[in-house]
């Protein structure tokens, strides 16, 4: 800890906004007088700086969850639903909650950043790290309680009790969320992202390693595949603090400070609205699932379901690396005080991920007989995902766009805003929408599909985009440096 607990008597000198107001005046008018291809280049290597490393580790720590259910496979059946069931509906709620509440650490930290606060990031960690461990207390009940509470939405008895028994292991799992979302958030702001991407892509490696040795060798139950899980996650939070505090973060990390718990009900609010926002959009397409399962003679409609919902989560990875992405670059272009830096930053990320859409869009319209072959090869299933294989294809592109304009949006600090949209456009028109198509209309899972995303995922879309496109960047910089003041003076 500091020998000086005021973060203001911190010898790291701060952003005199007096004068660096003619400097970024000065940078903008240079940036002007570049021509647009040349502008385009560097802002695309500012946002890349970020996404692709974002992209690596998404994809490494989907991965280890791939590798965990393949192990449980293996064991048996029963195991292979026990890890999924437990996964994706216990653990998958309270990591979109955790996960969402982590994000508010990108507006503040990337704010701050921007204006140069650089000591501010290292407290408003530490402050997260508080708030999300509060938070993962109060949630252990699902996890304790897993069994009644599967029993509860119609899961079968064993398969609901061996879930329990898998989601008790899955705590130290939980508890892992709560320390390594802030840790990456807070190095995403001040685009250390290579150190994520490092990190990740070894304890990938060591849970592979691990995961064979206990399955395969050892011959270890279903307990001991959710105990590698927990292993290699915290091997990735104890990286990532590694590289933090050993001198990775000289400017930022200062040391723990008892400055962390001040001002904690504020930051309460806004990692709660930033909470709710991911996870109305995370348990979305979740609720599309559990509704399909409702469908008479489902078992085939399901499966090719979860095959285009897993083709999905593969590539959305791309899309979340450019929620990030973008979310850091307007942070820190409006903690600087440059409006017309955070508005050219959202054009080039939202038609750069707009273009990686189209690609996909087209390759599914192009191999849409073929799509499903690396999953299964039943000829009813087969048919069943190619008559989903338009709606899958809009849905790529949808959310080539959206996740970009929700990160525009955690970066401007519009958290409360987009829940309420969320909310509005997804379980007030989506969902309903979805039951209306799907029942009324007869037309089975492509009516549910079609009616939760033109009807909610669509309509979001188009409201973020309008939001976007009227946006103020100047009075929206004029905040951020008030914000950033505000948080400061709390501290």
Not at 95 to 105: D, E, K, Q, T
Not at 378 to 402: G, R
Request: net charge neutral.
């Amino acid at each position: 800890m500091p020998r000086n607990g005021s973060v203001e008597e911190s010898k790291v000198p701060l952003l005199d906004y007096s004068s660096s107001n003619t400097v970024r005046s000065t940078h903008e008018e240079d940036n002007q007088d570049l021509g647009l291809t040349r502008r385009v280049l560097i802002e695309s290597k500012k946002l890349w700086h970020i996404v692709g490393p974002s992209m690596v580790s998404r994809i490494a720590s989907f991965s280890m969850f791939v590798i965990t259910q393949s192990s449980a496979g293996h064991l048996g059946d029963l195991e292979l639903a026990a890890i999924s069931i437990s996964s994706n509906v216990i653990l998958g709620f309270n990591f979109g909650l955790l996960l969402g509440m982590a994000s508010a650490l990108e507006t503040l930290c990337g704010q701050a950043y921007g204006a140069k606060k650089y000591q501010m990031l290292g407290i408003y960690m530490q402050r997260s790290w508080i708030v999300l461990f509060i938070c993962g207390v109060i949630l252990l009940p699902f996890y304790i309680f897993a069994t009644p509470i599967l029993k509860l939405l119609g899961q079968p008895s064993d398969i609901a009790e061996l879930s329990g028994v898998v989601s008790i292991w899955m705590i130290p799992l939980h508890f892992s969320f709560v320390f390594q979302f802030p840790l990456q958030r807070f190095l995403q702001s001040q685009l250390k992202t290579a150190a994520i991407a490092w990190v990740s892509v070894a304890a990938l490696a060591v849970h592979s390693l691990v995961s064979w040795w206990f399955v395969y060798r050892l011959k270890f139950d279903l307990v001991g595949v959710v105990v590698t899980l927990n292993f290699s996650w915290w091997i990735s939070v104890f990286g990532l603090f590694a590289y933090v505090v050993l001198g990775g973060c000289p400017l930022t990390w200062i040391g723990f400070s008892i400055e962390a718990f001040s001002g904690l009900w504020e930051f309460v609010k806004l990692s709660a609205a930033s909470g709710v926002m991911l996870c109305l959009e995370n348990w979305y397409y979740r609720i599309l699932v559990l509704m399909t399962g409702n469908l008479q003679n489902a078992e085939i409609a399901v499966d090719a379901l979860s095959i285009c919902m897993n083709i999905n989560a593969w590539e959305m990875m791309i899309p979340l690396a450019f929620f990030a992405g973008i979310g850091v670059r307007v942070a820190n272009e409006l903690g600087a005080g440059n409006a017309k830096g955070a508005k050219f930053a959202t054009i080039v990320a939202v038609m750069t991920s707009l273009a990686i859409g189209l690609f996909f869009w087209l390759l599914i319209l192009i191999f849409h007989n073929e799509i499903a072959l690396i999953f299964t090869s039943s000829k009813p299933i087969l048919e069943a995902v190619d008559k989903l294989s338009m709606l899958l294809a809009f849905t790529l592109l949808l959310n080539s766009v959206q996740p970009v304009l929700s990160g525009v949006a955690v970066g401007s600090g519009w958290q409360s805003y987009v829940a309420y949209i969320n909310l509005g456009c997804y379980y007030l028109l989506g969902v309903p929408l979805g039951f209306v198509m799907g029942w009324v209309f007869y037309q089975g899972v492509m009516g549910i599909w079609a009616g939760m995303i033109f009807g909610g995922t669509a309509v979001q879309t188009v409201i973020l985009a309008i939001i976007t496109i009227r946006c103020d960047w100047e009075k929206e910089a004029e905040k951020a440096t008030m914000h950033v003041g505000k948080w400061s003076e709390r501290t």
